[in-house]
């Protein structure tokens, strides 16, 4: 091989050894034009044993070398020494020399010292007879790329999170971050090269599972899903994973991307949480069951109460009636008495009857007019002591309400503000009703006793008194009825109170 001689014989920045023998000088012309206009890369010739042949404005502004300070110098000035000192320069050119091409990527330096990442194409020139003419070499700057993909591994790398790594086509490992180091527990030089569906339980494998996550995301361009999969130490974790195909340009399937996160600590706690919420449902089924079973026993035993008590205070009556003259009063008297316990014991089985039956009967609430209702539960009360109410209600005022049940609550309340009376005082009860929202609320004051309020929502209980039968007479029942009769069709009850002053008890009600 003779050297190429390195002086320009046409155009400036161009020596033309016999490489363009035998084309036109036309097309030469516009070559070298084309090859002159291009900045972006660096275009030249090299003579077969590396010396710089031509040199373009793309190549003076990459590697900072005039034409003339660098045409006829050998290429081997745009490599570190490093690469110099190992002959990979006359390497590359063998390669080239060998197979006709020769590309890679890799350091360059340039005249200043600085370096660049070049990616680099060495073709080789041949005349007619195949005898080597010298190398033609292009050369571009992608220090930019290699910057901004290095940054985009570094970033994926440094994500610990999240198991990321791609597949090919087939669904071989070829790239591994930290992430999914930490989660499966493979180092990258253990698992680049091999399947992933190592990483499925063998069931999901024998299932077929990941070639159909894999079809599926190619079809789709999409998988997400969650499962069980196996780390390297054979224990198992809940994951939720994201596929996504990779696509060159043209369109064609390269591989996968594959995301898995490792969250079977959010899927124990779901898990407890549903565990919790199913033994709460059955607790709640077994409460209900033996709440109802107690409901049933109660009204039972008041139901069969009542022939009894209905017997002896028939007898006592009828001793009382029949044999009154014969008797000692002291006899008489207590006779009086047994006949009065009855009669209370009557009372409170009539009061439990009501409050039991209260959730069993069928509530069906409909529009209810409030100042009837009000004027049906005062008509109950005594003659003597109904003057003592006073009210003035809007006779267009409806409430949704089971009628009966509504009265009763009433008139509890009613019976109530006229009975918790300090002795000796005249009581007074007002009642008030107006629409408030979508509800209405029914208020019944009195100035009476008043309520402590420590036991402002016991009283709401059955058998909760806060005084004797001599002092007040009453079962205990009558607000656990107003309560649980007004729950029952969708309203509530409470009270305002302060002792010695009175109270208020307001029921409220969808207005209707
Ligand atoms: P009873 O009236 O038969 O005693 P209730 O269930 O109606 O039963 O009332 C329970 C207790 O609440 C009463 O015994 C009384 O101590 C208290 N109470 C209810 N209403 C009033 C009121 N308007 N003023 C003062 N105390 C009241």
Known sequence: ????????????????????????????????????????????????????????????????????????????LFYSSADNDSGKPQMELRVAAEVGRYEEEGWRIRKDGTRFWANVIINAVRDKDGSLLGFGKVTRDITDRREAELRYR?????????????????????????????????????????????????????????????????????YEGEGWRQRKDGTRFWSSVVVTPLRDEAGELVGFSKITRDITDRKQLLEKIRAHAEELEVRMAESERSNAELEAFSYSVSHDLRAPLRAIEGFSDFILTDFGGQLP???????????????????????????????????????????????????????????????SINPALMVKAHKATLTQAIFNLVNNGLKFYPPKQTP??????YRDGHSVTIEVCDEGIGIAPQHQERIFQVFERLHTAEAYPGTGIGLAIVRRGINRMGGAVRVESSPGKGSRFFISLPAA
Do not use: C
């Open 1 to 76: 091989m003779v050297p190429l001689e390195a002086t320009p014989k046409a155009g400036p920045n161009v020596i033309t050894p016999g490489i363009t023998e035998g084309h036109s000088l036309q097309s030469e012309r516009v070559f070298r034009l084309l090859v002159e206009s291009v900045r972006d890369y660096a275009i030249f010739l090299l003579t077969p044993d590396g010396i710089v042949a031509s040199w373009n404005p793309g190549a003076e502004r990459m590697k900072q070398y005039k034409p003339h300070e660098i045409i006829g110098k050998p290429f081997t």
């Open 329 to 391: 009063p002291q006899v008489i008297e207590l006779l009086q008495n047994i006949v009065q316990a009855a009669d209370r014991m009557n009372r409170l089985v009539q009061d439990l009857l009501n409050y039991s039956r209260l959730s069993r009967i069928d509530i069906q609430s409909v529009p209810v007019n409030v100042a009837t209702a009000i004027k049906d539960a005062s008509e109950q009360i005594e003659e003597d002591l109904r003057r003592n109410i006073t009210s």
């Open 154 to 222: 570094l970033l994926i790398e440094g994500v610990t999170d999240y198991a990321i790594y791609s597949l090919d086509k087939t669904g071989t490992i070829t790239s591994w971050n930290s992430g999914a180091q930490r989660i499966k527990g493979y180092s990258a030089d253990e698992i680049i090269g091999r399947h992933f569906s190592q990483f499925y339980t063998k069931e999901d494998a024998e299932a077929g599972l990941p070639a159909r996550v894999l079809a599926t995301a190619a079809a789709t361009g999409h």
């Open 428 to 433: 007074h009860v007002d009642i008030k009703a």
